[in-house]
């Protein structure tokens, strides 16, 4: 997280995001996007992406929600500016704004969300998610 502060606070960004990462063998690609969907679908705030898909996409959208979540200058601005997620702050997620943009925290650490046995932190990753979505890639 840290390092993501410092990044945030100096270098100008799109996006990005941190938190846990689902890999999988690029041989297996068809294989592995069916089990991860499934994963994914139960366990929020996961990093799911086919980088060779994904990174094209990057200029019109953020991907998602994750522990740390990025948003840089031009998202920020479709949402309100840095004001409007300063709103998100408090119960658990802070913000923290800079040059890159504006990094968004959901608690101290990543959790694994899962959908089946929910608990606090569920609210506030879903909370960040409404305010987010406008800027989501389609």
């Keep these: 997280r840290g ?13 990005g995001h ?14 592995a996007f069916n089990r991860v969907y499934a994963l994914a679908r139960r366990y929020w705030g996961l990093d799911v992406s086919h ?5 094209r ?16 200058p031009g998202f920020a601005e479709k949402l309100g500016g840095p ?5 998100l702050a408090g119960d658990g997620v802070t913000v923290t704004g800079g040059a ?13 969300l899962d959908q089946h046995r929910p608990g ?5 990753y879903s909370r960040v998610a ?3 979505g406008p800027v989501f890639l389609p």
């Design 100 to 112: 890159g943009g504006v990094l968004v925290a959901v608690g101290p650490a990543p959790e694994a």
């Design 130 to 132: 409404r305010t987010l």
């Design 83 to 87: 004001a409007a997620l300063d709103a």
């Design 51 to 55: 980088l060779n898909s994904t990174l």
């Design 120 to 124: 606090p932190a569920t609210g506030r």
């Design 18 to 31: 941190g938190g846990y990462t689902l890999l999988y063998e690029g041989t297996r690609l068809a294989t």
């Design 57 to 72: 996409l990057m200029r019109g959208g953020i991907a998602g929600v994750c522990w740390l979540t990025v948003v840089g």
């Design 3 to 15: 390092v993501a502060e410092v990044v945030v606070g100096t270098v100008p960004m799109m996006s």
